[in-house]
């Protein structure tokens, strides 16, 4: 019997990510000047106020005042009208030290000893619903807000628009847990106050309909293009008005949307945040060698579908759990658990081998803290860096001495084991 499979996401303006983009441009700055920094910021928003709290070890000095409000303004919340502004909002930090009984587990003498910096579980999933091994219902959910905000700030139509959005994609499966068609996309956008209500959602939902969704069907691919049959329920801000929103609208949260930021509700999560923490929190790093191992298991044709997960005890460097589920889509003569073995002896799963695969040490972070974590294209790119940092290189701005490096960003997202899986799968 088949089913209906619905994700969502939200956009860069929305509260919740909001606090998640001030929490990494935070901890940007902290690794752009010392890439040893240890960080676990967390951020509250809401109307006129930014609170910032967590704990810091580093040797870097940061503005954070400065940081966070460079992020506000490029989100686009830049008018007093919208009752959060980078200009305006007040801004309190409450940072301090990290504990030094966490430090000790996470910081030995010996690099590769590096424990993890907290106990919990993690998974990556991948199937081949999408060309980027994504889900397409969180995939869909993704672009649709990320095309939203590009409208937006083109500023050419849809003039209206202001940073706040949600979508939501509904997908229905058939009895072979195959996708048949969207069955239902909603939209809720924020918006100028322009016209009389009824107008105002006339004109959003004709603009949905006539200028974002032919703007979607160009970016993805013609497979998935199928699945948009005449009969999709299309909803535009439902409950009408969506004049208020933002931090103004509702109080944002650091961590508050790890759904969005990982499958949709596809596969399983670990529970544990992302956003404002350093590379020695498995929470984040693990969770991103875990999509990477998931993603080339996939690719390299191991099954169509997995979800793979890792166990860690704090202080501890070697996962004390890890296993392999196929959904009964493998495509080789073994078993989940045998996979799983295999898996084991081709990845190094230590916290200390993991952030030196993915260079996690590096600032990367304030891409990944909107439109999800993962499914993203990995790119490289010079950012400006400290002295301390490895693989620098000195340029003239301003006549002044700059250090820079080449860094890569979403490295989770490469396709780079596939040769070696096949090899060890005989595929």
Not at 64 to 82: L, V, W
Not at 209 to 216: A, Q
Not at 231 to 245: A, C, E, R, S
Request: glycine content about 8%.
């Amino acid at each position: 019997m088949g089913f209906l499979f619905t994700s969502e996401s939200v956009s860069e303006g929305h509260p919740d990510k909001v606090a998640d983009q001030i929490s990494d441009a935070l901890l940007d700055e902290f690794l752009r000047q010392d890439p040893k920094s240890k960080v676990a910021c967390e951020t509250m928003v809401t109307t006129g106020l930014v609170v910032m709290a967590g704990e810091v070890t580093t040797e870097a000095w940061v503005d954070q005042q400065e940081a966070a409000r460079k992020i506000i303004e490029q989100i686009g919340y830049t008018k007093p009208e919208y009752r959060f502004d980078h200009n305006s909002c007040g801004i309190v930090s409450a940072i301090h030290g990290q504990s030094p009984d966490i430090h000790q587990g996470v910081v030995r003498q010996i690099d590769e000893e590096q424990g993890a910096g907290d106990q919990g579980m993690m998974f990556g999933y991948a199937s081949n619903e999408m060309d980027n091994f994504m889900p397409m219902s969180v995939e869909l959910a993704h672009i649709l807000v990320q095309e939203l905000a590009a409208i937006r700030k083109e500023g050419k139509v849809m003039t209206y628009l202001r940073p706040d959005s949600k979508s939501q994609v509904t997908i229905e499966y058939d009895d072979n847990k195959m996708a048949s068609r969207i069955d239902t996309i909603v939209i809720s956008t924020q918006h100028d106050d322009f016209a009389g209500d009824d107008e105002m959602l006339r004109t959003i939902e004709n603009d949905v309909r006539n200028i974002l969704i032919p703007r979607v069907m160009e970016i993805i691919p013609a497979r998935v293009r199928a699945f948009f049959k005449n009969d999709f329920k299309l909803l535009v801000n439902p409950t009408g008005k969506f004049v208020i929103g933002g931090p103004h609208g509702d109080s944002g949260l650091t961590g508050r949307k790890i759904i969005v930021d990982t499958y949709g509700g596809h596969g399983a999560h670990g529970g544990g945040a992302f956003s404002g923490k350093d590379p020695s929190k498995v929470d984040r790093s693990a969770a991103y060698a875990m999509r990477h191992i998931a993603k080339n298991l996939v690719a390299a044709g191991v099954a169509d579908q997995i979800l793979v997960q890792v166990a860690y005890a704090i202080g501890v460097a070697r996962p004390v759990g890890f296993n392999v589920n196929t959904y009964g889509t493998a495509k080789v003569d073994l078993s989940d658990g045998q996979i799983a073995d295999a898996v084991n002896e081709l990845f190094d799963m230590r916290p200390f081998a993991i952030v030196r695969d993915y260079g996690l040490c590096n600032p990367i972070y304030v891409p990944t803290a909107a439109y999800g974590h993962f499914g993203r294209d990995s790119y490289e790119q010079e950012v400006e860096v400290s002295s301390r940092h490895q693989g620098t290189y000195i340029k003239k701005v301003n006549g002044e001495d700059k250090y820079f490096k080449t860094v890569r960003f979403f490295a989770w997202e490469q396709l780079n084991r596939v040769d070696d899986i096949r090899k060890r799968f005989g595929l």
